[in-house]
């Protein structure tokens, strides 16, 4: 009986890609691997090559995700680069979509209380000295922001902050901070305004208007209107 | 059956010894059947500002620990028939003495017999202060015009707004000085209550009355001519649901309070 290929090896410009069949064993499939790639030689070259793996609609643990690395890295001058699957657990699934979330939350946030959302924030209310909101995406303020506002908690530094109005003592974007003037003028009105990571890698506040050329990706919607 | 009221702040000093005299005598001023219970155990006072620390036998621990019965802890108030009467706290024990259970199986005991229960809270957000919440129906917080006051102030009503048996907490500006506040040199009332946003109950003047009046173990909502005490009097009536717009210092300020009158739902 001829055995059906499980493996695939194709070399493109960037390297290798293994093309993993998704519907036999993992443990064939780690033999496979082990033996093609012994096969292959290719031992002349000095050069790391490195590998790309498409695994299809096999979903692979983390451990398992190890074990492929270490087979691979195990020949010589080669390592993997990238594991794609087509499928991903459920959990992971329901995480991305918080992330993507954006949660309403009408409340004023005291001096003492933390409000925090792994998407975005949109808060109908106030955020007083004192009190902290955080958000993974984005911190949009239909009120008065006084305290701590942190977007793009997880690293995003294209995260912003909105606010009807913005008199912060502090607002955070990844691991930018920077902090309120000593004291905000009584007359600066500060209304509809916006913060966001400049260029130079600095927190800078602008109107609101600019966000749509700043950052035009937080528009969702799609097609014309 | 009676209604709990705890007086609070977070910050100590701001007034809530005072407020919880002087509102408690107004209500009984109006006819109500009163009782002052002071949780502030190690640091009494209600008992030296309303004149009673002579006639102190027993005290809250005491109640709580068995030694006496309620009736005879509670300390009668003679200038008032059968009014108003005081739980005084207890100066000598430990605060952790007492628990949220027993407060609010105390307050449960004394709503049957009182129409008003007010509450003078301590100062801090630990112990004391969920003893003087466990057992109230209503909240009053109490501030002064001023930053760190107001910043507890919020904190206090942070705290109280998770609390499910207590309804949403009215506000009390003690303290405020008009020409501070004109100068800019005092945050402003309007200002305080948009940033707190709580309904106002009521704001009373910084007055020489006040302090004398409590040295003398005469709250001030005794004496009908001074502003303060007409303050005390108009909070007495919010509480009782009276829709009585602001008054006393209005004229002495104009403008000042004109934004206010949104806060008490008066056109
Ligand atoms: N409206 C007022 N005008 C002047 N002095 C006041 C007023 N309210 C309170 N005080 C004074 O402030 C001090 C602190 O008040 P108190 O009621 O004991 O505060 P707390 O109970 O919050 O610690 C006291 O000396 C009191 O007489
Ligand atoms: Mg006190």
Known sequence: MKKTQNVTIKGTKDGLTLHLDDSCSYEELKEEIDHK?????????????????????????TEQ???IK????????????SISSNVITKEEAEQIKKENEVVPVARIIRSGQVLQVPGDLLLVGDVNP????????????MGVLRGVAHAGFNGDKEAIV????????????SDCITRAPDHYQDDDKREMEC???????QITVDRLQMLMHLRPNITRLEGGY | MGEAIVITSGKGGVGKTTTSANVGTALALQGKKVCLVDTDIGLRNLDVVMGLENRIIYDLVDVLE????????????KRF?????????????????????????????LKQDYDYIIIDCPAGIEHGYRNAVAGADRAIVVTTPEVSAVRDADRIIGLLEKEENVESPKLIINRIRNQMMKNGDMLDVDEIATHLSIDLIGIVADDDEVIRASNHGEPIALNPNSKAAIAYRNIARRILGESIPLQPLEDEAPGVFSKLKKFFGVK
């Open chain 2, 81 to 109: 028939e059968d009014m108003l009467y005081l739980l005084p706290a207890a100066q000598t024990s430990d605060k952790t003495a007492v628990t949220p259970e027993q407060m609010k199986e105390l307050i449960s005991n």
């Open chain 1, 65 to 67: 995700e190890e074990e």
């Open chain 1, 195 to 201: 913060a966001y990571i400049n260029d130079s890698d």
């Open chain 1, 162 to 173: 909105t606010a009807s109005v913005m008199k912060p003592s502090q607002i955070r974007i």
């Open chain 1, 70 to 81: 270490e087979l691979v890295r195990q020949k010589k001058n080669l390592v993997v680069d």
């Open chain 1, 37 to 61: 790639l012994s096969d292959s030689a290719r031992s002349r070259e000095d050069r790391l090559l490195s590998v790309h793996v498409q695994v299809g609609n096999r979903y692979l643990t």
């Open chain 1, 130 to 141: 004192g009190g902290t909101v955080i958000a993974g995406g984005n911190i949009y303020i």
């Open chain 2, 66 to 77: 068995g030694r006496c019965k309620v009736h005879q802890a509670l300390v009668k108030d």
